[in-house]
């Protein structure tokens, strides 16, 4: 079981670090624009705002950017927001609800050719939320995780163009939500999430597990030899 630097603000304004981007309509977009929907995810309406960051390298995942791959090699840290749709939270963050957040590469070996696609980096899950002292007005909750697959920074080989690095958040779904664990499977490799081929990833194991998509961040990184 491991610890992370995890925020979850609940105030009716979502609390965005400098130069991170929410993934409201704006960021399921900018989904749609890179193909994450539909290479990575189905159509889905994003009802968390998902932060990520590498503080070691000061570097902010912001639906697109990009950055070297020495960057992102130790794992990140992230914090999690309620979206706001005319003034009302969309979901409410429970202390029972358990989370679980994955990184996926959709373009192993490249986005050309990705005959290794999709490439599992991580899944963090077992992610559940105690909160704070009443007093403070945005509600935080301390991170208690368990690594389901370690983390695996990028390495995306010379010559193959940028890679979308692309973090998923999934629930479970209304159907097994508040069900004591989750009793996941694990994929039994990371190329293609050990389904066997060619696109397989994460849409499948999340259907196969009883999860929904809530929220999704992203960034683009590329070999130094091109």
């Known amino acids: 079981m491991r610890s992370i630097t995890l925020a979850i603000i609940c105030s009716l304004v979502p609390f965005l670090p400098s130069g991170i981007a929410a993934p409201t309509e704006e960021g399921t977009s900018r989904l749609e624009e890179s193909s994450i929907i539909p290479d990575v995810l189905d159509d889905f309406t994003p009802s968390i ?108 080989p010379p010559k193959t163009g940028y890679h979308r690095y692309t973090f998923v958040l999934l629930v479970p779904s209304a159907s097994t939500e508040g069900s004591h664990g989750l009793h996941l499977t694990t994929p039994s490799e990371r190329p293609h999430w050990g389904y066997g081929k060619v696109g397989k990833g994460v849409r499948d194991w999340a259907k196969d597990n009883n999860l929904d998509v809530v929220g999704a961040n992203f960034f683009y990184s590329e070999n130094d030899t091109q």
């Open 49 to 156: 705002s998902l932060h990520i960051s590498y503080p070691s390298s000061h570097s902010d995942v912001s639906l697109g950017n990009s950055f070297p791959p020495s960057a992102a090699q130790a794992e990140p840290s992230f914090s999690i927001t309620p979206l706001t749709h005319h003034g009302s939270p969309s979901r409410t963050l429970k202390p029972d609800t358990t989370y679980t957040l994955v990184l996926t590469d959709p373009d192993a070996t490249s986005r050309s050719d990705p005959t290794m696609s999709q490439y599992l980096h991580w899944i963090a899950t077992n992610i559940t939320l105690a909160p704070s002292p009443a007093e403070n007005k945005n509600i935080a909750f301390s991170p208690i995780y368990d690594e389901l697959i370690p983390y695996r920074g990028p390495a995306p």
